[in-house]
């Protein structure tokens, strides 16, 4: 039997022959500055990232778009509707992205019934933690330039995109969302990247 960290939980579950898998997993490719869905979707699935990258982000008490969080291949995100009713998001694509769409109650199964899908979910839990604890770290550990020169650097990573193409995760985001990302402003991280 395979292991999911290096076959990737859809391959795991097709392998070992899984019920319910093609009735409740469907594939869906968007187009680069797409919506998957927006701050007034209280109810999502699970989304999987197959290939491209996608922002995360909110709407301020101004009315102006920010984000939080850049999701890469491999990372799952979505199911909106366990943090509460005051916590709303949206998700746009930066690329072309394809995501597997996991419906939740399949995916609450999964992880009841299967212990390894379940350590596997952990493992990928604590590291959207760690992503965000290491932002907030370098938001108190580091200048404002300094903060923006490490995002870059760290997102200076390659993805590839549905239809094969390798492009630059640092490439893809605007100075406004490496502002968002390091806690300073838009003209800092112009000035900054330039």
């Not at 746009?92 to 379940?118: C, I």
């Not at 990573?157 to 094969?164: D, E, L, R, S």
């Amino acid at each position: 039997m395979s292991n999911i960290a290096e076959i990737g939980l859809y391959n795991y579950l097709a392998e070992n022959k899984v019920p319910g898998l093609k009735e409740n997993v469907k594939l869906i490719t968007l187009k680069k500055g797409a919506q998957l869905y927006g701050t007034s979707e209280r109810f999502t699935d699970i989304y999987e990232i197959v290939a491209g990258a996608v922002k995360l982000g909110g709407i301020s008490g101004k009315g102006k778009d920010y984000i939080y969080e850049l999701v890469t291949p491999g990372e799952f995100f979505g199911n909106l509707a366990v943090l509460g009713d005051t916590f709303c998001e949206f998700c746009k694509t930066l690329t072309a992205t394809q995501f597997r769409s996991y419906k939740v109650d399949f995916f609450k199964h999964l992880m009841t019934h299967d212990p390894k899908v379940a350590e596997w979910c952990f493992a990928k839990i604590v590291y959207r933690w760690n992503k965000t604890e290491s932002m907030l770290a370098n938001i108190r550990s580091y200048e404002p330039r300094e903060r923006i020169l490490l995002l870059y650097a760290d997102l200076h990573k390659k993805i590839v995109t549905p239809g094969n193409r390798e492009v630059f995760l640092n490439k893809l985001i605007t100075y406004n969302d490496i502002a968002d990302l390091t806690a300073t402003t838009r003209q800092l991280a112009a000035d900054t990247i330039r």
